[in-house]
Structures are given as structure tokens and as C-alpha cells.
């Protein structure tokens, strides 16, 4: 009987210990499941992280840029202001002003640069009509030397 005992009771401790086995077995599977999808989501992580660091660092150099740009233009709108006399300090809205005299400057360049064209065809046509009138001139007047440097002699 207590054999029969001790069988009975090693055969409950075998079973006890296969069925922790498989727990274990599964729990294992489990816990290597978890470290998988832990690595893969670090990774992931990881990378978004870089990602998101070349980003950052790729839009702060575009807004540097940005900044650099906007300090040539300002730079460059005030020597354009005292090149046409402007106080750019006191106008309200500088840009318009300096659009606004621009445009008078180029309106009065336009028309002294048409004022000029004209001219100088008056001028083309005067010199053309000129010569033409004098090289007519020459050929009456050069019979007229010959005769009288003949005479002379």
C-alpha cells in the first residue's frame, strides 16, 4: 500500500511537473515574444527619433536661412530708401513708398530715354541732310575750283 501510495504520488508530482514544463514552456515562448515585439518597437523608436533629430535640425537651418534672407532684404530695402531719399524711420509703410517713387523714378527715366531716341534721330537725320546738302554743294562748287585754279595759273 505504500508503494502503491508512493507511485501514485510520484506519478501526481510527474504530472504536477510536466504541466509546469508546458506552463513554463509558454510562459517562456511568451516572455521571447515580448522581448521581440519590445526590440522591434524600440527600434522603431528609435528611429523616429532620428528621424525627427534630422528634421529638426533640417528646419532649423531652413529657418536660419530664413532669417539670414530676411536680414539681406531689410538691409537692402534701407540702402534702397537712402538711395532714393526716403526716411524709411518715419514712413508708416516703407515698402510702398519705395515702390512708389521706384515707379516715378523708372516713369521719368522712360521719358527722358524717349526725349533722348527722338533727339538723336533729329540729330541722324539732320547730319544725313547736312552731308547730302554738302556733298551736292561740293560738286557744283568743284568745276567752279578747277576753272578758277586754271585761270589763276
Known amino acids: 500500500a505504500v508503494v502503491s501510495t508512493q507511485s501514485t504520488g510520484i506519478a501526481k508530482v510527474n ?66 530708401a537712402k538711395v532714393i531719399g526716403l526716411e524709411i524711420e518715419a514712413t508708416p509703410v516703407p515698402d510702398y513708398e519705395i515702390i512708389s517713387r521706384l515707379e516715378k523714378l523708372v516713369e521719368a527715366h522712360q521719358s527722358h530715354l524717349q526725349a533722348s531716341q527722338a533727339l538723336e534721330a533729329g540729330l541722324r537725320h539732320m547730319a544725313s541732310g547736312f552731308r547730302n546738302s554738302y556733298d551736292e554743294t561740293m560738286s557744283v562748287l568743284s568745276p567752279l575750283n578747277k576753272s578758277s585754279a586754271e585761270v589763276s595759273k
Open 15 to 80: 504530472k504536477l511537473k510536466e504541466q509546469l514544463r508546458v506552463e513554463l514552456d509558454a510562459v517562456q515562448s511568451e516572455l521571447r515574444t515580448e522581448r521581440s515585439y519590445l526590440k522591434s518597437h524600440k527600434e522603431l523608436a528609435k528611429d523616429s527619433t532620428t528621424k525627427l533629430k534630422n528634421e529638426l535640425t533640417e528646419t532649423m537651418r531652413t529657418l536660419e536661412d530664413s532669417r539670414s534672407r530676411e536680414r539681406q532684404l531689410l538691409e537692402f530695402r534701407n540702402v534702397l
